[in-house]
């Protein structure tokens, strides 16, 4: 007769010890990239960086992001820890593995309901706003926008007026004289011997719409820069978009980072109650201010209105900081 088999009981299962898997033991340590070397990203195609290394700046460096980054964005500017091959030569790649912190970050939406910021360029201490005083007619709109970008990001604002043989840029300057927005007045085939110094020593983001003049102005600045340049169209009064990414250049002193042309510009990420600290007379003469003031035109008891009426502000100085605050709660500038 066949042994009866025994069943698998309950008493067995609290005595069974389940094999355990091997794996490699959990640890929080990283690999330390001490001796990594250091590099600047100027330009991002498609996932691929583009790199010139601190310690051979007339080398490119092609590089991607290594996995432990993650989600976190690398962006035109960024000082970046890169392993790998760093040579320049054909076929090599690099790894970024890791952002050093940044000093500024100049950044736009969408529009003003877009949740997601843009990151213009990292690192920039000179945003210079560049508008034709003609063909294209000047967009305050957008300069104004341009202005509250760069007060948020504390980088210093310089508008480049291009085209002046064709119109006299005095209208468009004074409009910013009383906010004390530096100007400089360029023409088709001029001298720029002043916009170079200006220049100088700084890292500058170069922003304007299609058609200023931008690439143009990056051409005589950097002669081997090579960019495409486009014409504006006799019926919309738009240019055509040559640049198509973001492009850090060297100077013998500093960078210029030319960027595609932009035609809207939303201001999402900034806080207006925050842009009056920008100005630091403005944010006096507010201190006595009821609470929940905006400052705007209008508001009852606002200590802007005080000063103006006691002598101790710029009237001007007042509207076109008001006129920045209106520009920030607009719609998003369209061009």
Known sequence: MAKAQRRFGTEDIEHYDRPRRRTRPRTKDRPSYDDADLGRVITVDRGRFTLVMDDAPEVEVWAVKARPLGRKGVVVG???????????????????????????????????????????????????????????EPRTGFIDRALVAAYEAGIEPLLCITKADLADPESL????RSLGVPWIVTQRGGD?????????????????????????????????????????????????????????????????????????FGLAHVEPEKLILTFPDLGE?????????????????CGLDAAVEAGRLDPDRVTSFRRLLEARSAPAYTL
């Open 78 to 136: 960024d000082r970046v820890k890169v392993v790998g091959d760093t040579s320049g030569a054909d076929g090599a790649l690099a790894r970024i593995v890791e952002l050093e912190p940044r000093t500024t970050v100049l950044r736009r939406t969408a529009d003003d309901d877009d949740p997601v910021e843009r990151v213009v360029v990292a690192n920039a201490d000179q945003l210079v706003i560049v508008t034709a005083i003609a063909d294209p």
């Open 173 to 176: 300057v004074s409009t910013y």
């Open 192 to 264: 720029i011997s002043e916009l170079r110094r200006l220049l100088d020593g700084k890292t500058s983001v170069l922003l304007g719409h299609s058609g200023v003049g931008k690439s143009t102005l990056v051409n005589a600045i950097v002669p081997d820069a090579d960019r495409e340049i486009g014409h504006v169209n006799a019926v919309t009064g738009r240019g055509r978009h040559t640049s198509t990414s973001a492009l850090m250049l060297p100077l013998p002193s500093g960078w210029i980072v030319d960027t595609p042309g932009i035609r809207t």
């Open 285 to 301: 003469a507010t201190a006595e201010c009821p609470r929940g003031c905006t400052h705007a035109a209008g508001e009852p008891e």
